[in-house]
């Protein structure tokens, strides 16, 4: 069974003729390869289609070179490019949309909704993709921030479970290990985002979001718990192992619970661009 398809670029009939040969099941149409590429030729394109009938034939629209920062007079182009070469045949586009938010390059969703409303052919988001950039720096300081918390949270879980207590100390190291597994979580979220890993699986954000919510409940249902052991015991006092404290303890995991959840969700909105312009 074919797993996945190939999809060479192309800039001239005889390359096109070639990825045929070669068992390329699409080509991406363009022209000056060595600008980065541009829209190829309507000519061209009659030509591969009137010779090579089973090629399947996306065309890049960018109607300039620098960049991915378009004007609305240059979108307006770009649908007349579309409209042209659709006409002549094209089986889908290739398109790129950027903007700059903050200082920050990211994908310009409005612009590419507008150029995919203007056909009802299939669209792809080209290696505009590479050029988006990411907030790193603020990123990198929630790395550090969740590794060191996540250090912290297991050797204090640890500490407390082997030392030797005149009491029973079983609550805060239930709240610290809770806490721990929310700041492994975060880590991981934050590693993946620098990466730029969320790419090929944007749904994987889901899951994260939802070990927030799971870690959450959990740590409430902890906080519940201690709070009816306390009352059982029937005892008011606050020494390090009581069940009290092991309320009180609680505040951490919930906090970490929260990051998770909060972060998770924002790197989902960061991303929500991209995962609609998958859809199309």
Not at 60 to 77: P, Q, V
Not at 84 to 104: K, M, N, P, Q, Y
Not at 125 to 152: C, Q, Y
Not at 221 to 226: E, Q, S, V, Y
Request: proline content about 3%; glycine content about 10%.
């Amino acid at each position: 069974m074919k797993m996945c398809g190939v999809e060479i670029c192309v800039e001239t009939f005889e390359s096109a003729q070639a990825a045929f040969a070669a068992g390329a099941d699409r080509i991406e149409l363009c022209s000056a390869l060595e600008l980065g590429g541009l829209t190829p030729s309507i000519g061209l394109l009659k030509m591969i289609k009137q010779n090579i009938p089973d090629l399947t034939v996306y065309c890049l629209i960018r109607c300039r070179t620098g960049g991915f920062e378009y004007t609305e007079g240059e979108i307006d182009i770009m649908k007349e490019e579309i409209k042209s070469l659709e006409t002549a045949g094209s089986d889908g586009f290739v398109i790129g949309c950027l903007r700059r938010d903050s200082g920050l390059l990211k994908v310009c969703q409005r612009d590419a909704t507008s150029l995919v409303n203007s056909s009802q052919k299939p669209f792809t988001f080209h290696r505009a993709f590479d050029v988006k950039e990411l907030p790193r720096s603020l990123t990198g300081i929630r790395l550090g921030w969740s590794a060191i918390a996540l250090l912290l949270s297991f050797v204090v879980a640890l500490s407390i479970s082997i030392y030797n207590y005149p009491y029973p100390c079983v609550g805060l190291p239930i709240c610290f290990g809770i806490g721990g597994v929310g700041q492994l979580w975060d880590l991981v979220g934050h590693i993946m985002y620098i990466q730029d890993l969320w790419r090929p699986w944007l749904r994987g954000l889901k899951l994260f979001v939802g070990v927030g919510y799971l870690l959450l409940l959990g740590s409430i249902g902890c906080l519940i718990a201690f709070v009816v052991m306390a009352h059982l015991e029937g005892v008011s006092d606050w020494h390090f192992c009581s069940w009290n404290a092991a309320a009180l303890g609680t505040i951490w995991p919930i906090m970490s619970a929260l990051q998770l959840i909060f972060h998770s969700k924002l790197y989902r909105s960061e991303f929500r661009e991209l995962r609609a312009l998958l859809d199309y």
